[in-house]
């Protein structure tokens, strides 16, 4: 079992809708949690970055982590075509520079 | 805003041959990360250098070596490659601290043939 679970899609809704991307873990030690947006031939790129439980808005993207669960959640309202693309979700403990990512979800918005 | 920027963008090689990839972090950026993106797969930690010290160690295999230099940027050194290792290639940077997001590059693609 991966440490990470992230269901890999595809996801795929009209612009304009509330997106909801999900991703669990198993390792309690996660102390930071990031969701990266990836479009094809590119690297991830930072969307959001948290390291408590909770919500953390920037714009049209909110993050949430339950540490108690075990389970992070990044919302995108009113999802426009360009926001087509891979999200992974990855995390990591206090003492490690390793990430640890999900599979990413391949999400596309139809106009 | 400066990325990180990683060159060569592709790179074809042989079988046993080596390769040399680079890495600039972004500016004021003191520590480097090194990633391995298969096919199809989430990215995979290979190294990480902090004031040219190795930080972190994963799943590196001993056919590649790394360093940080004084100007911050690294390089990630291939030998003996085996088709096995095609792959995208990312750095990442951060300010130091366990606590900084790390901000990847659009990496280097490998093809071995």
């Known amino acids: 079992q991966k440490e990470v679970e992230q269901d890999p899609g595809p996801l795929s809704v009209p612009e304009g809708a509330i997106v909801s991307l999900n991703c669990t873990y198993s390792?309690?030690?996660?102390?930071?949690f990031m969701w990266y947006r990836q479009y094809s031939r590119k690297g991830p790129e930072l969307l959001m970055y948290?390291?408590?439980?909770g919500n953390k808005e920037d714009g049209r993207f909110t993050a949430q982590v339950d540490k108690s669960s075990k389970y992070i959640s990044l919302f995108i309202r009113d999802s426009q075509p360009s926001d087509s693309a891979t999200y992974l979700c990855?995390?990591?403990?206090?003492?490690?520079?390793?990430?640890?990512f999900g599979t990413g979800t391949r999400l596309q918005v139809f106009p | 805003a400066a990325g990180v920027i990683q060159s060569p963008r592709h790179l074809i090689k042989e079988k046993r041959e080596t390769a040399t990839l680079k890495c600039y972090p972004i500016?004021?950026?003191?520590?480097v990360y090194w990633y391995q993106q298969g096919p199809g797969q989430d990215p995979q930690f290979l190294i990480s250098?902090?004031?040219?010290?190795?930080?972190d160690k994963g799943s590196i295999p001993d056919r590649f070596s790394a360093q940080q230099f004084s100007d911050y940027h690294s390089e990630l050194n291939m030998s003996s490659l085996e088709l096995g290792d095609s792959a995208l290639y990312f750095c990442?940077?951060?300010?130091?601290?366990?606590?900084?997001?790390?901000?990847f590059g659009d990496g280097t693609r490998l093809s071995i043939l």
């Open positions: 990442a940077s951060s300010l130091e601290g366990n606590n900084q997001p790390q901000h």
């Open positions: 390792n309690s030690a996660f102390q930071y």
């Open positions: 948290t390291y408590s439980s």
């Open positions: 990855a995390m990591k403990p206090y003492n490690t520079d390793k990430l640890i």
């Open positions: 500016p004021r950026h003191d520590t």
């Open positions: 250098f902090y004031e040219k010290m190795q930080s």
